[in-house]
């Protein structure tokens, strides 16, 4: 069982608005803007798309955002196009012994 | 930029260690602002994060894994390492090794993954 908490799957059709949100608890999420959010395609390593909550690396499109609210992050992606569809894993710091916490993961098919 | 790439054994038989070695490419291990991270996924699963080096050798692990797993940093050869005892076929899994920023925890880049078998 993930520390964090993702839906298994979330479907939208081009050109739609989808989100995935990652629940934690004051520990992680709720307590620090160290979340970060990954995609990976089937066989590839996961991407780094979003870091310290709403922050966009160099080469990411703007199409993808992330957002907190209490326990909860959120990535949206605005204008889905067959290339998104993959599965997004969201990450957080913890204050727990284990430093590091994953989502459990979460497939988006774009219909 | 920088690259990492890991390689080792793809198969170990239970009960034996598994071994595997990050080189980084691109840039210095040596670097303050990063930790140096291991990661795996089993097949059809999620991330697990599994620990991580400083470039001074501090290392953090996951408690779950903890006293299986040590992790070492090569800084002559500019590579770190994993060393996982005991192995069961629970890890049999793709291993990652990953650039983790020190303030914020974000990890990039990534290797492109080994995938290791447990089997005898």
């Known amino acids: 069982q993930s520390a964090l908490t993702q839906p298994a799957s979330v479907s939208g059709s081009p050109g739609q608005s989808i989100t995935i949100s990652c629940t934690g608890t004051s520990s992680d999420v709720g307590g620090y803007n160290y979340v970060s959010w990954y995609q990976q395609h089937p066989g590839k390593a996961p991407k780094l798309m979003i870091y310290e909550v709403s922050n966009r690396p160099s080469g990411v499109s703007n199409r993808f955002s992330g957002s907190k609210s209490g326990n909860t992050a959120s990535l949206t992606i605005s204008g889905l196009q067959a290339e998104d569809e993959a599965d997004y894993y969201c990450s957080s710091y913890t204050s727990s012994s284990t430093y590091v916490v994953f989502g459990g993961g979460t497939k988006l098919t774009v219909l | ?120």
């Open chain 2, 1 to 120: 930029q920088v690259q990492l790439q890991e390689s080792g054994p793809g198969l170990v038989k239970p009960s034996q260690t598994l071994s595997l070695t990050c080189t980084v490419s691109g840039g210095s291990i040596s670097s303050g602002s990063y930790y140096w991270s291991w990661i795996r996924q089993p097949a059809g699963k999620g991330l697990e994060w599994i620990g991580r080096i400083y470039t001074s050798g501090s290392t953090n692990y996951n408690p779950s894994l903890k006293s299986r797993v040590t992790i070492s940093v090569d800084t002559s050869k500019n590579q770190f390492s994993l060393k996982l005892s005991s192995v069961t076929a629970a890890d049999t899994a793709v291993y990652y090794c990953a650039r983790e920023d020190i303030a914020v925890n974000w990890f990039d880049p990534w290797g492109q993954g080994t995938l290791v078998t447990v089997s005898s």
